[in-house]
């Protein structure tokens, strides 16, 4: 499938709400408070053009940020397996929330699995 007629499919819209109910989640998870600024709109407004561009749509978040070099933009904060884990079970939740469904829950899940996977950058006990 192609990305951009994933984006088409999925919507503008969607990606938005998911962004929304993700952030909630975020701000009261315990282990993601730590490293989370206690105002996330700024955070929200680049999720959103970050994740709009990821999943095929225009390329909000280069256009006002250059490239997103996510790993080396993580590096300030300590991402563990843990937070890690936490970061994942707030985005299926909010995938629920907003009722994502099949093929595209898969698909979009599984993409921000690995990119998860190479934020990590810290071991368990450096929490
Ligand atoms: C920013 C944590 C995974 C995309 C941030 C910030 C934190 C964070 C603390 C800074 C928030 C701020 O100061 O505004 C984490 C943790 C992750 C994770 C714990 C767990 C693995 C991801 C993934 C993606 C992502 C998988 C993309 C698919 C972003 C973007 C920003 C960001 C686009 C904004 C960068 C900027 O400042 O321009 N993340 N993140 N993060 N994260 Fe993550």
Redesign the pocket.
């Known amino acids: 499938q192609q990305r951009e007629t994933f984006f088409e499919e999925i919507g503008k819209e969607k990606i938005d709400e998911l962004v929304e109910a993700f952030y909630k989640r975020v701000s009261n998870h315990p282990d ?1 408070i730590p ?3 206690d105002d996330l709109t ?2 929200i407004r ?2 959103k053009q ?2 709009t561009q ?1 999943f095929g749509g225009p390329p909000l ?1 280069v256009e006002e ?1 250059g490239h ?1 070099m ?1 790993r080396a ?2 590096l300030p ?1 300590k ?1 563990t397996p843990t ?2 884990d936490a ?1 994942l079970s707030c985005m299926s939740g909010a995938m629920n929330e907003v009722d994502i469904q099949e093929p595209h829950r898969s698909f979009m899940f599984e993409r ?1 699995t690995m ?2 996977n190479h ?2 950058n810290s071991p368990e006990d450096e929490k």
């Open positions: 993601l490293i989370f600024p700024e955070t680049k999720q970050f994740l990821f978040y940020h997103p996510l933009r993580h904060f991402i937070r890690r970061w921000l990119t998860a934020m990590m």
